[in-house]
């Protein structure tokens, strides 16, 4: 059997050089169906991967209160979203002193600038870096963590330290080539002291999170005066069993600092963390689904034209299959023979369309959103279940015709 396949693979290959112009079409057809469904398929991997890991490292044990609930309004049109009033920092503040929920921990924090220039010595960044005001609680609450140095500590923060932690691209720019704690930086004309670097954690959604400075709330406020700026307020249970609880007081308590009365709806958002994956993650399986129709009309059209090609080498090829079975070749060898270089031509699209399905969509995406890398394995199975079904489909009929064909009617044909 093995020394069958071996000669029908070498008959393929040699009827595939003979029509390489056409072989070469079909190969990309088939290519461009494989593309189609690997890339897309790579790119969903690529979003879940980036989705999951800003999400999971918050644990299922956080909620946010912001001015909207962005969980409530993805895939909403924005017409339509409510203009809700900013959460000021009194409202803030008072939030934090009456909710008491038994192992709360509850941050404040605001975003003071998102174009920020800061200094070191003789060098200075690029208006580009995001400085947040935030308090002892913010890391842990946000998931995040330090590689060098620590977290601001209550000190800091009732005494106004001036200190700052930064992320982790000032490693490979301002702050290269030194050890960056106990350096100093200059922003706004302030002079903080660098107490820690973020882990990396790359972008999400075009936001580069590695380019943020934090230093204490209320030094943000100071430097950075705007009006009508709005805080966050996140809250990390100590226990994930008391996650529901906890929101039903957090949400009585902001109403009560909001000052709604009983009728009036919320004018706040809960964003849960778990929740919110769970919703994001949804979405991207709309892409999933398009990823699976786009492919299966390609690679439909993919399996048409390779039997037509293949019904065309089976009729250009009648008089050789005249003389093999003459010489004593069985049905079976020469239904073999054809889909052999049926499954041949499929492969080389295959592994075309798999090489640049995994480098388009999954390598480049990835690097374009400066996030890890996942291998698509999923999507490479799929591709491969593909290939078998339209080796199946566009290879049976022209090899079970090229079996039938009648020996001495095949040695007559012209």
């Known amino acids: 059997m093995f020394n069958l396949f071996k000669e029908n693979t070498k008959i393929a290959l040699g009827s595939i050089r003979s029509q390489l112009l056409r072989t070469i ?26 989705i999951t890991g800003n999400f999971a490292s918050m644990g299922t044990n956080t909620f946010t209160i912001s001015r909207y609930d962005f969980s409530d309004q993805v895939g909403r049109n924005n017409n339509n ?10 409202q803030a503040k008072e939030f934090q002193e009456k909710y008491n929920f038994p192992s709360a921990a509850v941050s404040l924090s605001f975003t003071a600038a998102s174009n920020a220039e800061v200094k070191h010595k003789g060098e200075k960044t690029d208006p580009e870096i ?6 002892n609680y913010f890391l842990p609450n ?11 500590n209550t000190f800091d923060i009732s005494n106004n330290n001036y200190v700052c932690i930064v992320g982790s691209d000032f490693e490979k720019g301002l702050l290269k080539d030194v050890n960056p704690i106990g350096q100093t930086l200059s922003i706004r004309g302030a002079r903080f002291k660098v107490i820690g670097v973020l882990k990396e954690q790359g972008s999400t959604f075009g936001n580069r999170q590695d380019l943020r400075v934090m230093v204490p709330i209320q030094l943000a406020r100071s430097l950075f005066t705007a009006p009508n700026i709005n805080y966050e307020i996140k809250v990390m249970m100590g226990n994930s069993n008391m996650l529901d609880s906890g929101v039903d007081e957090a949400i009585i308590t902001m109403r ?48 048409i034209a390779l039997m037509n090609i293949m019904l065309v080498s089976v009729t250009e ?38 090489i640049l399905g995994v480098l388009a969509g999954g390598v480049g995406v990835s690097l374009l959103m400066d996030t890890s890398f996942p291998m698509p394995w999923t999507a490479i199975g799929a591709a491969l279940s593909t290939i078998l079904i339209v080796t199946l489909f566009s290879g049976s009929y022209p090899a079970v015709k090229a079996a039938a064909l009648d020996p001495v009617e095949a040695l007559r044909y012209e």
């Open 25 to 50: 079409l079909t190969v990309c057809i088939i290519g461009i169906g494989i593309f189609a469904l690997v890339g897309i398929l790579a790119v969903v991997a690529v979003l879940q991967n980036t």
């Open 317 to 354: 090829r009648t008089r050789e299959i005249g003389v093999r079975k003459s010489l004593g070749a069985t049905k079976l060898t020469i239904a073999m023979q054809f889909f052999t270089e049926t499954l041949i031509i499929s492969l080389i699209g295959g592994a075309l369309g798999i």
């Open 130 to 135: 995001t400085i947040l005001g935030v308090d």
């Open 256 to 303: 009560r600092v909001r000052k709604l009365n009983p009728v009036e709806d919320d004018n706040f958002g809960i964003e849960r963390s778990d929740e919110l994956l769970e919703t994001l993650l949804s979405q991207t399986e709309t892409l999933n689904i398009a990823a699976w129709v786009i492919g299966i009309i390609t690679v439909f059209g993919s399996s």
């Open 81 to 90: 979203v409510k203009v809700n009033a900013i959460i000021s920092y009194p």
């Open 142 to 152: 946000s998931g995040l963590q330090t590689t060098k140095g620590r977290n601001f």
